[in-house]
Nanobody
Framework: QVQLVESGGGLVQAGGSLRLSCAAS????????MGWYRQAPGKQRELVAR???????NYADSVKGRFTISRDNAKNTVYLQMGSLKPEDTAVYYC?????????????WGQGAQVTVSS
């Protein structure tokens, strides 16, 4: 089992910045990738950014150059630094972890953090 606790959401004006944090606990040795997804009202949940245990990152086209995902292995924490925010970035942001144990894959989710960008 992996537990994910998010923090850092809030209200910001367009052009501003926010940082989300996601602290993992439990069977963290089994995690092979962590990332951030978001879901806006009436829309499907979409991948925002992802980082593997090897450090490989990938981003949604809509956030490339504006968002940065990083991790602190000592704190078992993943961050999403969001800059040049736009109203269309408004959504609930969910931390995600994928773990593999004995060949079986498990997905874990955080509780969600509201990010609201005002115009």
């Amino acid at each position: 089992q992996v537990q994910l606790v998010e923090s850092g959401g809030g209200l910001v004006q367009a052009g501003g910045s926010l940082r989300l944090s996601c602290a993992a606990s439990g069977s963290i040795f089994s995690i092979n990738a962590m990332g951030w997804y978001r879901q806006a009202p009436g829309k499907q949940r979409e991948l925002v950014a992802r980082i593997t245990s090897g450090g490989t990152t990938n981003y949604a086209d809509s956030v490339k150059g504006r968002f940065t995902i990083s991790r602190d292995n000592a704190k078992n924490t993943v961050y999403l630094q969001m800059g040049s925010l736009k109203p269309e970035d408004t959504a609930v942001y969910y931390c995600h972890a994928r773990s593999t144990i004995v060949g079986l894959t498990y997905d874990y989710w955080g509780q969600g953090a509201q990010v609201t960008v005002s115009s």
